[in-house]
């Protein structure tokens, strides 16, 4: 634990890189980890404050105003304060009246000593004041919608204390057909109910499973309690409760009032005495649910074993990739954090029964790295939605009750198109090119019912759909939204065509290319190739602006994402899916890299366009609304920074590659992290752009983990930075190390075999050497790959090249922020 106000750095990684810890709860406000399970989600920030969703199996909340509208998670980047209450523990001194809480909200009082420190399975805090140490920690089971909190109260001084300890669990408003909150004794805690609303007939069936109680259980029976939230808070507010003020709490019910869950436990203790408390809160359809839960979890063992169970859980979720290189912070990042948020996304799909096509299968294209059984089914589950024109719906449904809701009634157009980059991915990870040959049933009705089909043909099915729903001029359209669902204007009236997306059609029909040639089928490879070679060629046409690619046609022939625009004027997504297409020639990169470096790098990382609208453009859509520099309207938006940043690795360009790649993440200096507010524990989906408009905004994080971010970076990481990629039946080594890094080492978990990589720059010579069990290789190939082999491998590497170093320090002197310098 580090002073809060010393000079001791703002963040610190563990020894071992498990655990990332913040000493302020001020520095960086909003800086927020979460923690998951197969039914929940709980997003917490430094100061205390919560958002958290389960699933029943629809996302729903279960304490602040459940029943608005829980589709996604809300905008964390805004302050919490006015709208997500959080898990507070309020400490008054018996003797002299003074209160803190903990864990800093709502009191605000700044403790002696802070810390949030989050680990992969718990978070926790641990503070320092007046002579008392609060503990507060949050642990999740693996299969139950409950959060456990443990809470331990340490007389730190030299004489006795009298302390009430106040947990104090908002639950907020729940419904306004009914509302309520008493306590129970029978159960042993405090139990709010309500009816979530509805009007239609329908619905009263529907909801009949929903649960509608949310419960705060003790391990330990309080002195006093209080369930409506206006008693406890009363005149005094949140910052100064009339319940803590008072000598003890009144044991108020809540009789349609917005309820609350506050305890009072009174303390004595003796110096160096502690006293440790439990609880469980959660969202529950009955008593009888409550009971088990209690009975399941509710004591030291039941914590102890959850905590267990939780550690087996994650540990599905370990990553093929351990690496030990020059930059801690970045090996603390690859060998955990990231891993744990692919997995995140590749085990609970978001926690959404819906997922967006193209996320589900760059999700599970993460998976892949992971877990790929998780991800063969999931590609086969997605065939099995297959429209019979070939195109796929714009959203997955993963269970029988689910429905296509928000985005997906809106028609996309991409998602074909991340069908053969995922299976490119997959095939070279796992080498399963049985999986073509898998039989897919399609479940749509009609006509298909009970239709068989290979993957592959299944696939060449949505190959050809992509090649057709091109114009007169070969560009595909883009009708209500392409990769970047806001961009829903440019193409409603069915003419309007996206260059990003014919780029993406031609780079998918490439991929797909190659693994029809791979499947022997040369007719249709070849095809193929064709196919995308004349895409490339229409988009150089009519798209290719003198120094970079545009963005798009409208229905009314205006070309955008030009110099000629003053806003929207260039846009990251063509340049990247040109250098990945192949349809930029050797010249137009020269210009295109210039181009975003010059107009689109930031510190923080590229933005996806700029300069950000600053008012609605009719033709191009509700992108333009957004607030400039938010969103995809011209953010740093990851997912884009990470497509560019794979496209610069497979042209050769690793250090200008590193560097954007190293810029996604936060610190280590403390400056950058104040600016963006965002720990080091996952990849936000943006941080703030619009850098030559609102630069002392730029680099500020959305706090939003959702993101197909994650699985690129990973596999950037893997396949690229590392050069660890399978092909064949092999695996090929081709590193991309930044020029300035002398020597890592890598252990890579591939298809049953290990691979501990050891790699050094050479001083003279300038061609890869690898050497496999002391002896060099021919390739740079291991092929076949033994299962069950430890490899050992020693990688030498040429000399750092200094003309692309010098590169990289140019770039960053360009790219300086005026208002931080
Ligand atoms: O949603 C993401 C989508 O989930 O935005 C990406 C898109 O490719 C992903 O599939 C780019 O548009 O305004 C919107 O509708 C946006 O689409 C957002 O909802 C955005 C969220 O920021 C996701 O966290």
């Given at each position: ?44 920030n ?30 964390p ?6 709208h ?27 403790a002696?000593q ?18 008392v140490?609060v503990?507060?920690?949050l ?19 030299p ?55 949310t ?12 369930a ?13 409760p009339?319940?803590?003020?008072q ?7 809540a ?15 003796a ?84 997922p ?16 790929p ?62 999986l ?18 290979s993957v592959?043909?299944?696939?060449s ?10 114009d ?28 990003w ?23 249709p ?29 409208t ?5 955008f ?100 790649l ?18 080091p ?14 630069p ?35 695996l ?24 501990d ?12 050497q ?10 740079p ?9 430890v ?12 003309s ?18």
């Amino acid at each position: 634990m580090k002073n809060a106000t010393g000079n001791s750095p703002l963040v610190t990684n563990s020894e071992d890189g498990a655990r990332c810890e913040l000493t302020s709860p001020t520095a960086m406000p909003t800086a927020s980890a979460f923690l998951w399970n197969r039914r929940m989600l709980v997003q917490v920030n430094c100061r205390g404050f919560v958002v958290a969703r389960h699933m029943q199996p629809e996302p729903a909340a279960y304490a602040h105003a459940p029943n608005l509208e829980a589709k996604t998670f809300m905008q964390p980047e805004q302050p919490f304060y006015a709208h997500h209450p959080g898990r507070f523990l309020y400490v008054k001194d018996e003797d002299s009246g003074a209160l803190f809480s903990a864990p800093y909200e709502p009191v605000r009082t700044s403790a002696d000593q802070f810390c949030f420190s989050v680990g992969s399975g718990d978070i926790n805090w641990r503070l320092h004041h007046a002579g008392v140490d609060v503990t507060m920690t949050l642990r999740l089971p693996v299969d139950d919608a409950v959060e456990l909190w443990e809470c331990t109260l340490r007389n730190d001084g030299p004489r006795p204390r009298r302390i009430s300890a106040y947990p104090y669990f908002p639950v907020g408003y729940m419904s306004w057909m009914n509302q309520s909150g008493e306590y129970r004794a029978d159960l042993g805690g405090i139990v709010c109910s309500s009816i979530t609303p509805y009007q239609k007939v329908d619905d009263y069936f529907k909801n009949q499973h929903l649960k509608d109680k949310t419960f705060l259980l003790h391990e330990t029976a309080p002195d006093a309690w209080e369930a409506a939230q206006s008693v406890f808070e009363g005149e005094g507010g949140l910052h100064n409760p009339d319940g803590v003020r008072q000598p003890l709490l009144g044991g108020g019910d809540a009789r349609y009032q917005v309820p609350t869950a506050a305890l009072q436990y009174q303390l004595q203790l003796a110096p160096g005495e502690e006293r440790t408390l439990r609880f469980l809160f959660g969202p529950a359809r009955d008593d009888e649910e409550i009971f088990a839960l209690r009975e399941r979890y509710l004591s030291a063992t039941g914590f102890a074993a959850a905590a267990r169970e939780y550690q087996e859980y994650l540990a599905q979720g370990r990553g093929c990739l351990q690496i030990e290189t020059p930059d801690r912070e970045l090996d603390a990042f690859a060998n955990h954090w990231l891993p744990r948020q692919v997995f995140y996304h590749g085990d609970v799909n978001r926690l959404t029964t819906d997922p967006q096509t193209r996320n589900y299968l760059q999700d599970q294209l993460g998976m892949a790295y992971i877990r790929p059984q998780t991800a063969r089914s999931a590609l086969l589950r997605t065939l099995s939605q297959q429209k019979p024109d070939g195109s796929l719906p714009d959203g997955i449904l993963l269970s029988p009750d689910a429905e296509l809701k928000y985005i997906n009634q809106v028609p996309h157009t991409d998602h074909c198109v991340w069908l053969s980059i995922f299976l490119h991915g997959y095939l070279a990870e796992t080498g399963d090119y049985t999986l073509l040959d898998e039989r897919v049933i399609t479940e749509s009705a009609g006509e298909m019912e009970g239709d068989e089909r290979s993957v592959f043909h299944c696939v060449s099915c949505a190959m050809d759909w992509l090649a057709a729903a091109r114009d007169e001029r070969g560009l595909s359209y883009i009708g209500q939204g392409d990769w970047c669902d806001p961009m829903n204007m440019v193409g409603y009236r069915g003419r309007g065509v996206s260059g990003w997306l014919s780029l993406a059609t031609a780079y998918a029909l490439k991929l797909w290319a190659e693994i029809c040639r791979q499947q022997n089928q040369l007719g249709p490879a070849e095809k193929y190739v064709r196919l995308a070679a004349e895409i490339n060629s229409a988009v150089n046409r009519h798209l290719w602006d003198g120094d970079w690619f545009a963005r798009g046609i409208t229905d009314d022939g205006t070309v955008f994402g030009v110099r000629d625009d003053h806003e929207g004027r260039i846009f990251l997504n063509p340049q990247s899916w040109a250098l990945l297409s192949g349809a930029a020639d050797d010249n137009q990169k020269t210009h295109l890299l210039r181009a975003v470096k010059q107009q689109l790098e930031t510190p923080f990382g590229p933005m996806m366009l700029a300069p950000a609208y600053t008012g609605m453009r009719e033709d191009v859509g509700r992108v333009t609304q957004k607030f400039p520099g938010s969103a995809e309207n011209g953010s740093v938006y990851n997912h884009a920074a990470a497509f560019y940043i794979y496209s610069l690795f497979t042209i050769g360009e690793s250090d200008r590659a590193w560097r954007l790649l190293r810029q996604m993440l936060p610190g280590p200096d403390r400056e950058d992290l104040v600016q963006r507010g965002q720990l080091p524990v996952f990849i936000p989906n943006y941080y703030r752009g619009a850098w030559h408009q609102y630069p002392a905004h730029a680099g500020r994080s959305s706090q939003l983990l959702h993101t197909g971010t994650a699985a690129w970076i990973y596999r950037c990481l893997i396949e690229e930075l590392f050069g660890l990629k399978g092909e064949g039946e092999g695996l090929r080594i081709s590193p991309q190390l930044p020029s300035h890094w002398p020597q890592a080492r890598v252990q890579r978990r591939f298809r049953s075999a290990v691979f501990d990589v050891q790699f050094e720059r050479r001083v003279h010579g300038d061609e890869l050497q690898v050497y496999a069990d002391g002896e060099q290789l021919a390739e740079p190939l291991i092929s076949p790959v033994e299962a069950g082999r430890v490899y050992h491998l020693r990688v030498l590497l040429p000399p750092g090249d200094i003309s692309q170093l010098a590169e990289s320090l140019e770039d960053a002197n360009t790219t300086q922020n005026p208002h931080l310098a």
